[in-house]
């Protein structure tokens, strides 16, 4: 039995499209077709049902996604059985909100490439809606976003949320505490309409009774740092992604009598029995994260730029 049909099959069936699997493996879609249907003769059942244009595998092919799981699983112990001593070469599809990139991504993706030197990384960073449109799809590997994605053969874990804050032009801002109020006559630049970090925001003002001068949704924090440096207004960030932009830009993270909602964070990925990378990956970053976590709840001196 070919075990490429057997793949084909698997992520056909995993993702629920013939189209999507096709993406994944790189293939054409007539390809990914011939290869089912030749799967399909050798085995002699029909494994999709091709009645209507809705995906829907038939009796025998809900019962050979089992068997071709266990058969991909136990060509990946082989390969590692046999190749002992031989550093396997990785690639991880990897997506992230622009929240986790400015925060702690980058040395987590420079830990894994110490660590790792076959690892191959491709890196998107997207919005929440799109980053879970493609991890659905197959597109992604893994993804930090701020939902979880559900779908079957997905698998989610919560990460600590992100402290956010409000920042303000240093020169401008220079008051050492803010009330709610006093914000709500400026101008405050926040993530992309409908996001969380938007959501929150508009229902803390309406939970205080205050209307906001206006709110900017903009989904580049790159932008807003940069808007928020030349006097426009006031921004909503991660504090993590604050405290490292204000080192070495005009820029103060401002006091508040009235917290922020924090950002959730998900870390949803697919378990590939094709593979062992993206399971030892994902186990290498839930490491990393835990550890740099614990880290941040010591205790640390506050730079005098942040408390000033």
């Known amino acids: 039995m070919n075990l490429r049909f057997v793949e084909a099959f698997y992520w056909v069936a995993s993702l629920k499209s013939v189209t999507r699997a096709a993406e994944k493996l790189f293939l054409t879609q ?5 290869r089912i249907a030749a799967l399909e003769e050798e085995l002699g059942v029909l494994l999709l049902d091709r009645r209507d244009k809705q995906f829907r595998l038939t009796v025998a092919g809900l019962r050979f996604f089992t068997y071709a799981q266990r ?7 082989i390969k590692a059985e046999m190749g002992a001593g031989t550093p396997q070469a990785m690639t991880l599809r990897l ?4 929240s986790v990139l400015h925060s702690w991504l980058i040395p987590m993706v420079e830990k894994l490439q110490d660590d790792h030197e076959g ?3 491709e890196m998107t960073v997207e919005t929440t809606p799109v980053l879970l449109d493609q991890i659905r799809r197959g597109a992604l590997d893994l993804i930090f976003a701020a939902l979880p994605a559900s779908m079957e053969g997905l698998r989610s874990r919560a ?3 992100m402290e956010m804050v409000f920042v303000g ?3 401008k801002m220079r008051r050492r505490m803010y009330r709610l109020s006093d914000l709500a006559d400026v101008d405050i630049l926040t993530f992309q309409r409908g996001s969380q970090p938007h959501v929150a925001l508009v229902d803390l003002f309406r939970q205080k009774k205050l209307e906001p001068r206006r709110v ?7 932008a807003m740092t940069q808007l928020v440096e030349g006097g426009f207004g006031v921004a909503t960030l991660p504090l993590a992604a604050a405290q490292r932009l204000v080192e070495h830009r005009d820029l103060k993270l401002l006091k508040c009598d009235t917290a922020l909602q924090p950002l959730p964070v998900f870390a949803t ?3 590939d029995p094709t593979s062992h990378a993206v399971e030892t990956v994902v186990q290498e970053v839930f490491r990393y994260i835990d550890s740099a976590q614990g880290k941040r709840a010591r205790p640390v001196a506050a730079s005098k730029k942040s408390m000033t």
């Open 119 to 121: 690892l191959e990384l």
């Open 159 to 161: 990460l600590p949320p």
């Open 71 to 77: 058969l991909l699983e136990m060509q990946r112990e």
């Open 216 to 222: 900017h949704t903009i989904s580049s924090i790159s």
């Open 30 to 34: 007539s390809a990914m077709s011939s």
């Open 95 to 98: 997506g992230a909100i622009e």
């Open 269 to 271: 990925f697919r378990a």
């Open 169 to 171: 032009n240093a020169q």
